[in-house]
Nanobody, 123 residues
């Protein structure tokens, strides 16, 4: 069982930066793939970034490549999403998720979800 709690969201101007954190409880955190997803109003939840158990492999959706960086600290049971050069279209509720189905981008492949944190980017 893994419980996830996101933090770090907020209101930022376009071009600004935010760092999201996801604190996990549970002894099996280090064995899970961790992902960040987002959901804008009226839209489906979409994949943003994911990282493997050791942190040696990452994958991003095209629209955030070069702007977002995912990382994890297994000693602290925490995964991060550093977001830079933010755009209004990045506005959404951001969720972290944990799964064991491999390097997957589909929402359905993740077993545990946090409650989400709002990110709003003003133009």
């Amino acid at each position: 069982q893994v419980q996830l709690v996101e933090s770090g969201g907020g209101l930022v101007q376009a071009g600004g930066s935010l760092r999201l954190s996801c604190a996990a409880s549970g002894r099996t955190f280090s064995s899970h793939i961790m992902g960040w997803f987002r959901q804008a109003p009226g839209k489906e939840r979409e994949f943003v970034a994911l990282i493997n158990w050791s942190g040696s492999s990452t994958y991003y959706r095209n629209s955030v490549k070069g702007r977002f960086t995912i990382s994890r600290d297994n000693a602290k049971n925490t995964v991060y999403l550093q977001m830079s050069s933010l755009k209004p279209e990045d506005t959404a509720v951001y969720y972290c998720a944990a799964g064991r189905s491999g390097f997957q981008t589909q929402v359905t492949k993740y077993d545990y979800w946090g409650q989400g944190t709002q990110v709003t980017v003003s133009s």
